[in-house]
């Protein structure tokens, strides 16, 4: 597996972390749905098998850990509202299927990666902050944040930090803006679809 976290924040979004079983760990409700997904994505890797094997066995964790409605509305911006419902739920299956598909394409194996979640839960207004730190074999280990909203009464992902500063969704509205702004949301349903079948390559 390629180890690349700077990745994750390019128009690409190629999504590069690797975890160890941390749930029994996460005493804090919004640390939860982390050490979950953390979970998931090894078990992914260890299994190791097609890109389409990967990405049934990682879909349903990334629905529970991500609120997957409003990080597409986030990562889109104020253009959210001008866009007919129809091609809003569109976006939020193409954003869905891009997310599985970049998360089943990077966690292709496991060779003594590990997650460490820290227990200090930040809180962030009405968010909170979840810190990890990737535990490369011989390398430095790299800093990554998750905010999580509740959503139901459930702690939910949103957006994710890489070294603490630089925002996903950021980097993602970035990308999707010029999209937007060129084709509306036909065009960027579209782009969401390239990047999801070139993860599937």
Request: a positive charge; one cysteine or more.
């Amino acid at each position: 597996m390629t180890i690349g976290f700077a990745r994750l924040f390019t128009p690409a979004l190629c999504i590069v972390a690797v975890a160890v079983p941390l749930s029994a760990e996460a005493a804090d409700p919004a640390a939860v749905p982390v050490a979950a997904l953390d979970d998931g994505l090894l078990s992914i890797m260890k299994a190791g098998g097609s890109v389409a094997s990967r990405s049934a066995a990682i879909g349903p964790v990334v629905d529970r850990a991500f609120d997957l409605p409003l990080m597409t509305r986030l990562a889109i911006g104020p253009s959210w509202t001008g866009i007919a419902p129809a091609d809003q739920q569109a976006l939020i299956a193409a954003f869905r299927r891009m997310t599985i598909g970049q998360y089943a394409r990077n966690f292709d194996g496991w060779s003594g990666e590990s997650f460490t979640l820290d227990p200090k839960v930040q809180t962030r207004g009405g968010d909170r902050l979840v810190r990890t730190t990737l535990n490369i074999p011989g390398k430095t280990g790299e800093t990554l944040s998750y905010r999580l909203r509740q959503n139901g009464g459930a702690w939910k992902i949103i957006d994710v930090f890489y070294r603490n500063a630089i925002s996903q969704i950021a980097t993602r509205r970035a990308d999707f803006a010029g999209v937007l702004a060129k084709g509306g949301a036909k065009a960027l349903i579209a782009h969401l679809d390239a990047l999801a079948t070139k993860s599937a390559g």
